[in-house]
T-cell receptor
Framework: DVKVTQSSRYLVKRTGEKVFLECVQD?????MFWYRQDPGLGLRLIYF???????EKGDIPEGYSVSREKKERFSLILESASTNQTSMYLC????????????FGPGTRLLVL | AQKITQTQPGMFVQEKEAVTLDCTYD???????LFWYKQPSSGEMIFLIY??????QNATEGRYSLNFQKARKSANLVISASQLGDSAMYFC??????????????FGKGTHLIIQP
């Protein structure tokens, strides 16, 4: 079974803090994704990566950055957390091509106070 | 314009009845894929079913089937014989394949399905 893990299920941070959300997948997938989920808005793509050290902006990249130093790990960074970044963050991975679905991690609920 | 539209924010359905969750999409890409995910209250996203734009037949996976009407740009999920465990949020999503498959999914806002005993 594909396994995507995220470093924390729940996280509470203060405004202005630097926040790291880590995601690891064990299926040697080339593609990795970060989404945020907010009530009434569904999931929105923040950033994605199709290879090590490669990154592409999604629909809402402002206020975020990412890092992919190893194939299995994709990190989402909030340089200076703000209250409007309180959300559920979901990581996903998929093979490079094909019809396969994206496989999602359990999510991190981030609260910024 | 929204690329994925789910018009039903919530639905109440009696156990054992069939359920249809609506999804319409908008794309000019000739090659695309459509997905349905289930998200229970625990939060994990569970993949249910996939339909490719060139697939001739409607996709089926157990109690789930996808009613794909390409001309109408519609990809409704049908759950037969609903169960209490089907209560969850359901998301329709699309991947446009012009980006080579690496692009992210575009999600609808979801439908909250509640199955009543």
């Amino acid at each position: 079974d594909v396994k995507v893990t995220q470093s924390s299920r729940y996280l509470v941070k203060r405004t202005g803090e630097k926040v790291f959300l880590e995601c690891v997948q064990d299926m040697d997938h080339e593609n990795m994704f970060w989404y945020r989920q907010d009530p009434g808005l569904g999931l929105r793509l923040i950033y994605f990566s199709y290879d090590v050290k490669m990154k592409e902006k999604g629909d809402i990249p402002e206020g975020y950055s990412v890092s992919r130093e190893k194939k299995e790990r994709f990190s989402l960074i909030l340089e200076s957390a703000s209250t409007n970044q309180t959300s559920m963050y979901l990581c996903a991975s998929s093979p490079r091509t094909g019809e396969e679905t994206q496989y999602f991690g359990p999510g991190t609920r981030l609260l910024v106070l | 314009a929204q690329k994925i539209t789910q018009t039903q924010p919530g639905m109440f359905v009696q156990e054992k009845e069939a359920v249809t969750l609506d999804c319409t999409y908008d794309t000019s890409d000739p090659s695309y894929g459509l997905f349905w995910y289930k998200q229970p209250s625990s939060g994990e996203m569970i993949f249910l079913i996939y339909q490719g734009s060139y697939d001739q037949q409607n996709a089926t996976e157990g109690r789930y089937s996808l009613n794909f009407q390409k001309a109408r740009k519609s990809a409704n999920l049908v759950i037969s014989a609903s169960q209490l465990g089907d209560s969850a949020m359901y998301f329709c999503a699309m991947r446009e394949n012009s980006g080579g498959g690496a692009d992210g999914l575009t999600f609808g806002k979801g439908t909250h399905l509640i199955i009543q005993p």
